[in-house]
């Protein structure tokens, strides 16, 4: 039975997506990297190169009535940050491919919510597309929105970011289960943040807990405005663990002001050769944010093709995987299948997750 319970709450394995070479650099820059290559996308600079030149336009060139005009990318997040930065560049290297504007659209609020629905809700034509995030699996777990991975074609995932375990360098706990036994001795006593109630990092800590045999408030969960400020306070000393990604955290560990004590992933991170995965420490359980391009529901299927054959040229491409790798960002590519399975996958695991936890809007 426990068995049986375990693998409900794994969340989908990345044994079967393709992971590029130099994702997770443990010389990664901080957010400031991805700051800055967004404002350079703001200002208009392109690099003149698409996604594999003229002979990957050749091979992609699927659908003969597409593109039939300009295209709108929407983005569920603010100009600046992450989710933008990737946007923007993979916008101006399809734009590139196919030979067409690509307009970004910053479409925010509730929490992702707004933008996700936005995709949805616009016309089957390949004239609008977007960036997906993690958070189309979760909303409408909570009640936020009514948009589920259903409710968009999926054409390729292009990211992933595994959680990670991060404790302050003069912690008592040399391991996960260090953590795991002071957490069931004391429930409710440590602290745990990185992102808002109900967010991807909450969601895998709760997830970890729960596939530890804890309730999933034994590390209590104080909400953030995201990894950096939680990291602040993990220095501080104001929680205890941060399950963020190694990527956001990098500087820190870098500067040994914070300790990995393990990765959410089914493989050691590249440049964290020395951190764990959970299931080394006697827990089968990942967890993980993405990223992946999608369109409104009911696409056809020669469009698909066709962006998803471009789409694979560039996370293959020297601008993108610099950029990704200068980012801490991790490259994970599925196309258009695996990644409509995955996510199916994914929204199923995270929401028997949040139920359990009692994140959900119910």
């Known amino acids: 039975l426990h068995g049986q319970r375990r693998a409900q709450r794994t969340t989908p394995s990345f044994e079967k997506s393709r992971k590029r070479s130099g994702s997770w ?3 990664a820059r901080n957010a400031g990297a991805v700051a800055a290559v967004s404002a350079l996308f703001l200002a208009g600079c392109s690099s003149g190169q698409g996604g594999g030149g003229d002979e990957a336009a050749a091979e992609c060139d699927i659908s003969e009535s597409f593109p039939n005009g300009p295209i709108e990318f ?21 734009g590139s491919a196919l030979g067409t504007q690509i307009n970004v659209i910053n479409q925010t609020g509730g929490g992702g ?14 004239q609008t597309i977007g960036m997906a995030t993690a958070e189309l699996a979760m909303l409408h777990h909570q009640g936020l929105t009514d948009t589920t991975p259903a409710d968009v074609t999926a054409i390729s995932q292009i990211n992933a970011d595994p959680a990670g375990i991060t404790v302050a360098a003069d912690a008592p706990y040399e391991s996960v289960q260090d953590l795991i036994d002071a957490a069931e001795a004391d429930p409710g006593q440590l602290v745990g943040s990185g992102t808002a109630v109900a ?5 895998a800590l709760a997830g970890m807990l729960l596939e530890a045999g804890l309730d999933a408030d034994a590390i209590r969960w104080v909400p953030s405005e995201g990894a950096a400020p939680a990291l602040q306070e993990l220095v501080a000393g104001g929680i205890d663990v941060s399950t963020a990604s190694l990527a956001e955290n990098a500087t820190m560990i870098e500067s040994d002001r914070v300790k990995p004590l393990a990765v959410m992933d089914s493989e050691r991170a590249p440049g964290y050769d020395d951190v764990p995965t959970l299931a080394e420490e006697g827990i089968d359980f990942e967890a993980a944010t993405w990223r992946g391009i999608v369109a409104p529901a009911g696409m056809d299927e ?10 694979e040229h560039i996370t293959e491409n020297e601008e993108f995987t ?9 490259i ?14 994914d929204d199923a695991a995270k929401g028997e997750i949040m139920q359990q936890a009692g994140l959900t809007g119910e």
């Open 25 to 27: 650099s443990r010389r």
């Open 199 to 203: 967010g991807i990092w909450h969601v």
């Open 74 to 94: 929407i983005v569920p997040f603010s100009a600046g940050g992450g989710t933008d930065a990737v946007s923007r560049l993979v916008a101006q290297e399809l």
């Open 113 to 126: 919510a707004v933008g996700h629905q936005a995709i949805a809700g616009a016309a089957p034509d390949g």
């Open 302 to 311: 020669e469009i698909v093709q066709e962006l998803q054959c471009h789409l």
């Open 332 to 345: 994970v590519y599925r196309d258009a299948e695996e990644f409509a399975a995955f996510m199916e996958e």
């Open 322 to 330: 610099t950029f990704m790798a200068d980012s801490g960002l991790g």
